[in-house]
């Protein structure tokens, strides 16, 4: 699958798509991303929902009025979020058969998460592809748990799927371009589980899936063998979205697998710790991104760059590399500036859609994995 159609644009692919949970992408603005090359952002539906709030974004033009960006928006259904600070501490909230209650603190009302209003939320926020609401565990949780994330996942994807179509038939002829709907394959590292979810899933119909759960061990290592099983699952026909994967080398591994749609945090991140992302070589043609450390990291902050002329990156096009030095990008950090943050973002993001171009050069990888 070479390109996705939406609404906002044709997303080639692979893709990679920045995380800008809030609406933004930190420390840069929708002129300085589109410089990048990015082609899309991720943003989410839940924290959306509660600042600034549905309606307010909807009075805006929807998220691409409110945020002036004009290419594809993902918004996550917020899940995986909540989730996750459930399991921290379960005071938090509670799951229902018919969605989450949660309470983020005594001093704010309580939310209610159901499908339902995930979809009238991502509707009514314009986005070009949408999340459905899934039930998101840790892949080393037992066979029960699995098994209950699964069966609450499909009840969920069927409640959005069924909510969705009815929004979409009320609105006809009102939408320039109906947004695409992704499903979610829960499991754990259960391949019996998985294939069942897939199988559900497709059943009830989805314009692309991505992988639920955690893509990683323990110890921060990629779960290869369960990701290229539930890659499999999916036709070829259709988008498959490897959510939360972000290392680069890891992103080619998934390419491999099958998986052509991509979003993390890790170039910003990144970028806020002083880590620059660079290809190793002399010409972005020449490098061949089947070698491991076809890329290295540089730590601005180390003192060897005080006098350094040279930008981030020599075979880099971006803003940054284009206008200024290393030693000039260091001082801004030493010295606070907020600056620093904008020029590493700027590179950072560069680096990653530069990536996806050369993935996108079919010679560059083993696409059979072989």
């Known amino acids: 699958m070479e390109s996705l159609k939406a609404a906002h644009g ?3 692919l692979p893709a990679f798509f920045p995380d800008g949970t809030f609406g933004v992408v930190r420390s840069i603005d929708s002129v300085d991303l589109e410089s990048t090359g990015t082609p899309g952002v991720v943003m989410n539906c839940y924290h959306l929902m509660q600042k600034p709030g549905t309606s307010t974004i909807k009075s805006l033009g929807g998220l691409h009025g409110f945020t002036n960006w004009s ?17 921290e501490n379960p005071k938090y909230g509670e799951i229902r058969n018919n969605g989450i209650i949660f309470r983020p603190s005594m001093e704010e009302q309580k939310v209610i998460l159901t499908p339902e209003k995930c979809i009238q939320a991502q509707l009514g926020f314009g986005s070009d592809i949408m999340m459905c609401l899934d039930y998101c565990i840790h892949p080393d949780s037992p066979y029960e748990t699995n098994k209950l994330s699964v069966d609450m996942t499909v009840r969920w994807a069927a409640a959005c799927k069924k909510e969705y179509d009815l929004i979409l038939k009320q ?7 109906r947004p695409l709907l992704f499903g979610i394959i829960q499991g754990g590292n259960d391949k019996a589980l ?4 897939s199988e559900a899933l497709i ?3 989805f314009d692309g899936f991505g992988f639920g759960g955690w893509p990683m061990d323990g110890n921060g290592n990629l779960l290869e063998d369960i990701l290229a099983y539930t890659a499999s699952l999916v036709p070829d026909s259709l988008p498959k979205y490897a959510m939360g994967v972000g290392k680069p080398d890891e992103i080619v591994q998934c390419v491999k697998m099958g998986y052509n749609l991509f979003d993390c945090v890790i170039p910003t991140r990144e970028a806020r710790h002083h880590r620059l992302m660079a290809f190793r070589g002399d010409e972005l043609e020449d490098i061949d991104l089947n070698q491991k450390g ?13 006098r350094d002329e040279k930008p981030i990156s020599d075979i880099c096009d971006c803003y940054s590399c284009k ?4 030693a000039f990008l260091r001082h801004l950090f030493k010295t606070g500036d907020s600056l620093a943050y904008r020029l590493a973002s700027i590179h950072n993001l560069r680096f990653y859609s530069s990536l996806m171009e050369l993935i996108r050069m079919k010679n560059k990888i083993n696409w059979q994995g072989k």
């Open 10 to 12: 044709t997303i080639e």
């Open 171 to 177: 609105k006809a002829g009102n939408l320039p371009k």
């Open 294 to 306: 076809f890329y290295k990291y540089i730590y601005i902050m180390d003192e060897k760059y005080i």
């Open 194 to 197: 998985r294939k069942e979810c």
């Open 71 to 87: 290419k594809p928006i993902l918004t996550d259904s917020g899940g995986f979020q909540v989730f996750s600070l459930i399991k």
């Open 323 to 326: 206008n200024y030095s290393r």
């Open 203 to 205: 059943d009830i119909g």
